[in-house]
Nanobody, 121 residues
Framework: QLVESGGGLVQAGGSLRLSCAASGRTFSNYAMGWFRRAPGKEREFVAVISRSAGATYYSDSVKGRFTISRDNAKNTVYLQMNSLKPVDTAVYYC????????????????WGQGTQVTVSS
C-alpha cells in the first residue's frame, strides 16, 4: 500500500514536499516514482529513484526544480518541489515497481491514491 501526503495550495514560486509511505512489502526492493495528472490531461511521469537511491531521473518539465529522495529505513519516498508554477497543478501519485527504467515507462506494480497540488498565480 502506498499513501501520499503533503499536497496543498501554494503560490507560484513556493515549495511543497510530498511524502509517500509504503507498507506491506519490502520497500527497498522497489524502484519508486512520482507521476502527476493535470486536469484534462493524461498521467505524466515526473521522477524516479532507484532502490538504493543511487540513481534518479526527472522529466524535463521538472528537472532542476524537483528532487526525489527516499529513506528505506522509514519506507518513504519524497518529492521536494521548489519554484512551483501554475502548470505544476495536478494530482500527484507515487508508484512502486521492480525496474528503475520500467518506472519511466509507467510499468509500476503499485500506485497510491494521489494527493492534490494546486499552484496559484
Amino acid at each position: 500500500q502506498l499513501v501520499e501526503s503533503g499536497g496543498g495550495l501554494v503560490q507560484a514560486g513556493g515549495s511543497l514536499r510530498l511524502s509517500c509511505a509504503a507498507s506491506g512489502r519490502t520497500f527497498s526492493n522497489y524502484a519508486m516514482g512520482w507521476f502527476r495528472r493535470a486536469p484534462g490531461k493524461e498521467r505524466e511521469f515526473v521522477a524516479v529513484i532507484s532502490r538504493s537511491a543511487g540513481a534518479t531521473y526527472y522529466s524535463d518539465s521538472v528537472k532542476g526544480r524537483f528532487t526525489i529522495s527516499r529513506d528505506n529505513a522509514k519506507n518513504t519516498v519524497y518529492l521536494q518541489m521548489n519554484s512551483l508554477k501554475p502548470v505544476d497543478t495536478a494530482v500527484y501519485y507515487c508508484a512502486a515497481g521492480p525496474s528503475y527504467s520500467g518506472i519511466t515507462r509507467y510499468a509500476a506494480d503499485y500506485w497510491g491514491q494521489g494527493t492534490q497540488v494546486t499552484v496559484s498565480s
